[in-house]
């Protein structure tokens, strides 16, 4: 008898251990989709990620490759040229595109015998593909940049559509996150150094 007796006195503790146990685990469960969803949203609003699509930033970037792109970068610091962005394309707001700004307001550009000038000096481009094979003159005007691909002549960019104005800048691409092997922070040639 006496046996039985204790286990109905331990048993309705038991209970509500078991009842405690599981609205701790659910009171759990929801902290921690709750700061899953409020990290998500952090993380997206300061960051964007893109997938380059095609070969117009070779040999910086490949097709196939995921970037991330600082949202923020503009909003403390002014556009450079040699940095790599992220924009919405002019032509079709929908598409995000992939380029270095080679002009910024107030440059006069003038591409010829496979150089790009700007401001009347060559640009240093080490990182280009080839040397363009088109040629042209701009002039970038306020609240504009001149973009270009690093493959100059594989590239629909500035010098096929026009400028790009800063309202469609997304960001500063800042990093190669994947695939694994091609982990990688981007280079910004910084300031491209004139010759």
């Keep these: 008898m006496e046996s039985i007796q204790n ?5 309705p503790q038991s209970v509500a251990e078991k009842r405690t146990n599981w609205g701790r685990f659910l009171l759990d469960l929801m902290e921690t989709l ?11 609003a300061i960051s964007a990620r893109v997938r380059v699509d095609g070969f117009s930033m070779r040999p910086t970037l490949q097709d196939g490759e995921f970037v991330l792109v600082n949202k923020l970068s503009y909003r403390f610091s002014e556009i450079q040229r ?7 394309f002019p032509m079709n707001p ?3 595109l992939i380029k270095r700004v080679v002009g910024l307001p107030g440059d006069r550009l003038n591409v010829r015998d496979g150089q790009v000038w700007v401001n009347d000096q060559v640009l240093n481009e080490p990182y280009i593909a080839a040397p363009p094979s088109y040629s042209g003159e701009w002039l970038v005007v306020p609240d504009h940049v001149f973009v270009l691909g690093d493959n100059r002549n594989d590239s629909s960019d500035s010098h096929t559509w026009g400028l790009l104005p800063l309202d469609q800048v997304v960001g500063k691409a800042i990093l190669i996150y994947w695939p694994p092997p091609m982990w990688d922070v981007i280079e910004h040639v ?4 004139l010759q």
Excluded: Y
């Design 7 to 11: 286990e109905e006195q331990v048993n």
């Design 94 to 96: 929908e598409e995000e």
């Design 190 to 193: 910084e300031a491209l150094a």
């Design 82 to 88: 040699g940095d790599i962005i992220v924009f919405h």
């Design 34 to 44: 709750l700061l899953a969803v409020i990290l998500f949203i952090g993380i997206n």
